[in-house]
């Protein structure tokens, strides 16, 4: 990716993840979901290389950043961008409770994780 298009891209990440911030605190879950899918459809396909190469960009630049990054707001993020580009994707929230409750949230494709899914340490609660 050219050093341009780069710093395009993160500049996108931030703004989505500035109005998904937003919204979290004003609007339901599926509500929200539902609203960031809206979108028009991309005019070419968005192949599996590309999907992966954009969850990496996701993940890279809000780690760096000094805000939320948890998985539920990276996991939106990544649903908003998706949709932009006319990658219709889920939302999955999981749960383990052994050896202690801990809850964590991915993205998934065509039945595929496109971000970390936890490798099957979560059982899948609530798929949107």
Partial sequence: MAPRAKLRLAG???I?????RWAMGREELPQLVGRLRVAPPAAAQF?????EQLAGAVMGVLSILP???????????????LAKRG????????ARTEPDFKAHAWIECEGEPLLPS?????APLTVI
């Fill in 16 to 20: 989505t993840y500035c109005r998904v």
């Fill in 12 to 14: 996108e990440i931030l």
């Fill in 87 to 94: 990658v219709a994707s889920t939302l999955v929230i999981g």
């Fill in 67 to 81: 805000t939320d990054s948890r998985c539920l707001v990276r996991s939106l993020v990544y649903l908003s961008l």
């Fill in 118 to 122: 936890g490798d099957g340490e979560f």
């Fill in 47 to 51: 192949p599996r290389a590309k999907r």
